[in-house]
């Protein structure tokens, strides 16, 4: 039996609800997955126009699955948590190898795939099959914290446990897909974070947070980002008309993406003798005298959840390789284009490329 809630919501939704999105109603699981991974940590409408994109490069898991790791990265470029993006690929593979294709039709089975969790597999499961699983984000947890009242913080055991016990006792079990996108859009159109729209919510009589004046006060969150604070130094070594990159590791932001000669410190360094001495001439045994000229340009900065990422880029010319590099990628300026580089890596080419106030142009 549907509760008050869930009638409310659901009469919402066909009479009002106008939230235009281009996965809304879909029922192929591939586009359902894939417009779930792009919208983790990501903001709808800046996942829009990378959803599109990639249905248009990729219209079938099979192409996905062929592609090249630095097209598929390419393509990713900007949206953050590239670990997403390895998991996309990886998955993609492992469909095609061990289910030819066709994604698994069940909860549990979708949720043995790498980088699909509980929400993702929710997500697909109702969307593409119409199974009654509850899908519990950030939304749901806020809407119902303040329809319901509940002061519980939604970032502890017990919180999830509570408002994932909730979302179940609300699910319309027989139109679960088209109840959980309504739930989703509510909370991004109606109780938004700030500034909620409570005077016209069709909620509000029996909403608790509404008559006892406590909208903003929940949901309660305990726990806050200390944000980590970071310097790079990225050295564009330059030899004739070709540039040194290099494909960052595992275990850090921005794996599998390419960048230059990265020097990281706990502060803000100044480029002089003793540094140059330390960390480039003596590491990589290039000479004083190898050294042409040397550029360094303004400071870039990038966001990220936990990080405040600090940059600036020095260009070094050469008047011959170093030997620790003759084996390495160096690049036309026109190559870059062709490999996946981190925003902040990014905002400077754009710049420098353009020939504006990057401190020094390509």
């Known amino acids: 039996m549907a509760t008050p809630f869930t009638n409310l919501l659901l009469k919402w939704n066909q009479h009002t609800n106008d939230r235009p999105m281009p996965w809304k109603g879909e029922k192929d699981p591939y586009k359902i997955w894939l417009s779930e991974i792009i919208l983790q940590q990501t903001r709808v409408e800046q996942g829009w126009d990378y959803y599109e994109k990639f249905l248009k490069n990729f219209p079938t898991i099979f192409q996905l699955a062929a592609a090249k790791d630095e097209k598929v990265f390419k393509l990713w470029e900007g949206l953050g948590y ?46 593409a099959y119409n199974l009654p ?46 109840y959980n996108q309504a739930l989703m859009d509510f909370g991004a159109t109606v109780c938004k974070p700030m500034a909620p729209r409570c005077p016209s919510c069709p909620m509000k009589k029996n909403c608790k947070a509404f008559t006892q004046s406590q909208v903003n006060l929940l949901p309660v969150k305990l726990k806050i980002i200390q944000k980590k604070n970071r310097f790079f130094d990225f050295f564009i070594f330059k030899y004739q008309d070709t540039y040194f990159i290099q494909k960052r590791g595992l275990g850090d932001i921005w794996s599998n993406l390419y960048q230059f000669y990265l020097i990281e410190n706990e502060r803000r360094a100044s480029l002089n003798t003793a540094y140059m001495q330390k960390y480039i001439l003596e590491p990589l045994s290039i000479s004083k005298q190898n050294i042409e000229s040397m550029l360094p340009s303004n400071v870039y900065k990038q966001t990220l959840t936990h990080q405040q990422i600090e940059a600036r880029f020095i260009l070094v010319a050469l ?44």
């Not at 289910?99 to 969790?117: A, M, N, R, W």
């Not at 939604?154 to 079990?173: H, P, Q, R, V």
């Open 82 to 127: 590239y670990n997403r993006c390895k998991n996309l690929l990886f998955t993609a593979r492992h469909i095609v190898k061990e289910y030819k294709g066709k994604f698994p039709s069940t909860y549990d089975s979708l949720l043995l795939l790498k980088g699909v969790g509980p929400y993702t597999a929710s997500a697909i499961a109702s969307f």
């Open 319 to 362: 008047k011959k390789k170093p030997g620790i590099f003759t084996k390495a990628l160096w690049l036309k300026k026109e190559g870059f284009r062709k490999y996946p580089f981190p925003k902040i890596v990014n905002d400077f080419l754009k710049i420098a490329m353009a020939k504006g106030n990057s401190g020094f142009s390509f």
């Open 133 to 178: 699983h509850a899908v519990v984000d950030g939304n749901v947890f806020r809407v119902f914290s303040r329809y319901y009242g509940i002061a519980t913080a939604i970032d502890t055991k017990e919180g999830i446990a509570i408002f994932n016990s909730i979302a179940n006792e609300n699910l319309s079990t027989s139109k679960a897909g088209i």
